[in-house]
C-alpha cells in the first residue's frame, strides 16, 4: 500500500480563521482508493516553510507521494510551485499539464494554476489547487496514472 502525505498550504488556516475542508477531503478520497495517509499537514504561504515540509515528509516520513493543496494560483502570496521547484530532482510536467486540461473543461479558471509536480528521491510530489472541487478534480484525473507512476518511480521496467 502506497504511503500519502498531504500538505495543505493556506495563510488562513494555519492562523484558524478557516477551516481546512481539502485535506481531509482528499485524505478521505484516497484513504477509499486504497493509499495509506500517513500524515495531513498545514503551514502558511512561505515558501521555506513549504520547502522543509516537502523535505521532510519526502526525505524522513518517507511519504511515496506528497500531495500538496493551496498555494497554486496568481496571488502575491501563492509559492508553492516556487518551493515545489526548489526540492524537486526531476519535473513531471505531464501531470499538472493533464489536470489543468482536464480542469479547463469545468472552469476556465483552471488555467490560471500554476501547479507542478516532480520526483524528489523515491517521491512522487504533486501540487493541486486549494479549492476542495478543484483539488478532487484534479486528483480524479491522476488517479488511474498514479500506481503506474510509482511503480516506475521504484525501478519497475528498468532491469
Known amino acids: 500500500m502506497a504511503k500519502v502525505a498531504l500538505l495543505t498550504v493556506s495563510d488562513r488556516c494555519s492562523r484558524g480563521e478557516r477551516e ?12 477509499a482508493a486504497g493509499f495509506e495517509v500517513v500524515e495531513l499537514r498545514l503551514v502558511p504561504d512561505e515558501g521555506a516553510r513549504i520547502e522543509a515540509e516537502l ?29 515545489t ?17 482536464g480542469g479547463i473543461a469545468q ?23 486549494g479549492s476542495p472541487r478543484g483539488a478532487r478534480e484534479c486528483l480524479d484525473i491522476l488517479l488511474p496514472a498514479l500506481g503506474h507512476a510509482l511503480e516506475m518511480i521504484a525501478g519497475a521496467g528498468h532491469e
Not at 481546512?20 to 484513504?31: H, I, K, M
Not at 526540492?87 to 486540461?101: F, K, Q, T
Open 55 to 83: 523535505v521532510r515528509l519526502a526525505d524522513q516520513v518517507g511519504a511515496d507521494v506528497v500531495f500538496t493543496s493551496g498555494g497554486t494560483g496568481l496571488g502575491p502570496r501563492d509559492v508553492t510551485p516556487e518551493a
Open 20 to 31: 481546512d475542508v481539502t485535506g481531509p477531503l482528499l485524505s478521505d478520497v484516497l484513504a
Open 85 to 101: 521547484a526548489a526540492v524537486i530532482d526531476r519535473p513531471a510536467p505531464g501531470i499538472p499539464e493533464a489536470m489543468r486540461v
Open 107 to 129: 472552469t476556465p479558471m483552471a488555467m490560471l494554476s500554476r501547479g507542478v509536480a516532480g520526483i524528489r528521491g523515491n517521491t512522487l510530489v504533486v501540487n493541486l489547487p
